[in-house]
């Protein structure tokens, strides 16, 4: 990272998920998951630093209004309200004086009323899924986070005909960066969360609802497709080793994906309807105001930011690492520091550390910020990387 992208010497770092147990046992991706013994590590580090973490509204306050900050301020921020938030993360940031923010996904809640054991006072304690409303209340009045909007819906939308995949037992998760049609109901498990889609049906190209001007495909229009599936044994026709070539053959007897396209306004409905709603959400539990948002996935365009805070209401809006088009970074449209998270080569607890560290400095403007970064990524170039850059 050779771009300073935080407003006001702010480093913003983004995280979602922090687990104790090994990653591939439950299901989630490293990209999203960092160890709690190196997230222990890297807020150690921060602390050693001298940097105290902020709010969300004392950085739009400072970036508003010329508030005072504490010197060396972070915000750190989580996204989705994964269950370890709550069991795992919440204690280690109270045990080294931080605190963060979780942009919760609404539809992702826990329906269950309950509040589950922590690393407080439990060795092992639950990690996956989402939080219940009762742990979100738990969180906020423990102090050590505050609860913010990260739309209700969390939706990737399919933008064209194109297929880029097919559904399939094999990649039930695969909805999570393809998803074509969400299913809308509080959910706990990560593999529940796959739509109720048969087997065969095509993954369109898609993008987060941010960004997304829908496509929706005909109805029935994928049933040929779904019938070869179900008539040449169901799941096990994935088990061919020609499956693919099979379906593609089925899909060019198709043509073009038969749909629509929806309009402007639709879009604008669309938006506002699963904004609003995941606002009321939280504001109806927290009983206060909900101002803040960030968008899932990062990417949004001008007319999104337009209805999240004129018409939504939202103070401002956080994205991932990347500029919105179109649209000049102020206090509207904040970006965030996303760094390695799953990277797995040598060295890669000293490496991880060493990232978030060299991130947190070299957006505050601290000079030693960048060789760190420069260190971090030489060692991941040279030992296996397996992660993104930052």
């Known amino acids: 990272m050779h771009q300073r992208i935080c407003l006001g010497g702010v480093p913003i770092l983004i995280f979602h998920s922090v687990r104790k147990r090994r990653l591939f046992d439950l299901g989630v991706g490293g990209d999203l998951t960092m160890p709690s013994s190196v997230f222990e590590r890297q807020m150690r580090s921060l602390r050693r630093g001298g940097y105290q973490s902020i709010r969300c509204r004392d950085l739009a306050d400072h970036l508003e209004h010329g508030a005072p900050l504490p010197k060396r301020p972070v915000l750190i921020t989580f996204d989705d309200g994964y269950l370890d938030n709550f069991t795992i993360a919440a204690p280690i940031l109270r045990r080294h004086g931080l605190k963060a923010?979780?942009?919760?996904?609404?539809?992702?809640?826990?329906?269950?009323?309950?509040?589950?054991?922590?690393?407080?006072?439990?060795?092992?304690?639950?990690?996956?899924?989402?939080?219940?409303?009762?742990?979100?209340?738990?969180?906020?009045?423990?102090?050590?986070?505050?609860?913010?909007?990260?739309?209700?819906?969390?939706?990737?939308?399919?933008?064209?005909?194109?297929?880029?995949?097919?559904?399939?037992?094999?990649?039930?998760?695969?909805?999570?960066?393809?998803n074509a049609a969400p299913e809308k109901k509080p959910l706990e498990e990560l593999e529940d969360l796959a739509p109720n889609?048969?087997?065969?049906?095509?993954?369109?190209?898609?993008?987060?609802?941010?960004?997304?001007?829908?496509?929706?495909?005909?109805?029935?229009?994928?049933?040929?497709?779904?019938?070869?599936?179900?008539?040449?044994?169901?799941?096990?026709?994935?088990?061919?080793?020609?499956?693919?070539?099979?379906?593609?053959?089925?899909?060019?007897?198709l043509g073009p994906i038969p749909g629509e396209r929806e309009s402007e306004e639709e879009r604008e409905r669309r938006l506002v309807k699963d904004l609003k709603h995941g606002r009321r959400v939280l504001e109806d539990l927290l009983q206060r105001p909900v101002e803040f948002l960030a968008w899932p996935g990062g990417p949004v365009d001008p007319q999104a930011v337009q209805v999240a805070t004129e018409t939504v209401g939202f103070r401002s809006t956080f994205m991932v690492d990347q500029p919105c088009p179109g649209v000049e970074p102020n206090l509207r449209v904040m970006n965030r520091c996303y760094f390695n998270q799953d990277y797995q080569g040598r060295f890669r607890d000293w490496v991880r550390v060493m990232k978030i560290r060299g991130v947190t400095d070299f957006e505050s403007g601290r000079w030693l910020g960048y060789w760190r970064i420069f260190l971090a990524n030489r060692f991941m170039k040279g030992y296996g990387d397996q992660g993104n850059e930052a």
């Not at 609802?209 to 019938?227: E, K, T, V, W």
């Open 101 to 178: 923010t979780v942009f919760v996904a609404t539809d992702f809640i826990h329906p269950e009323p309950v509040v589950r054991p922590t690393l407080a006072n439990e060795n092992n304690p639950p990690e996956r899924g989402y939080m219940s409303k009762e742990e979100l209340l738990a969180l906020e009045q423990d102090g050590v986070f505050e609860v913010q909007c990260h739309t209700a819906s969390h939706q990737r939308l399919p933008v064209s005909g194109e297929v880029e995949d097919f559904h399939r037992p094999d990649q039930p998760c695969q909805w999570m960066v393809r």
């Open 197 to 253: 889609l048969p087997w065969g049906t095509p993954v369109l190209q898609s993008e987060w609802l941010g960004a997304a001007h829908g496509f929706f495909p005909a109805p029935g229009c994928f049933d040929s497709l779904i019938r070869h599936v179900a008539e040449n044994g169901g799941e096990t026709f994935f088990q061919r080793k020609d499956w693919r070539a099979s379906l593609l053959e089925k899909l060019a007897e």
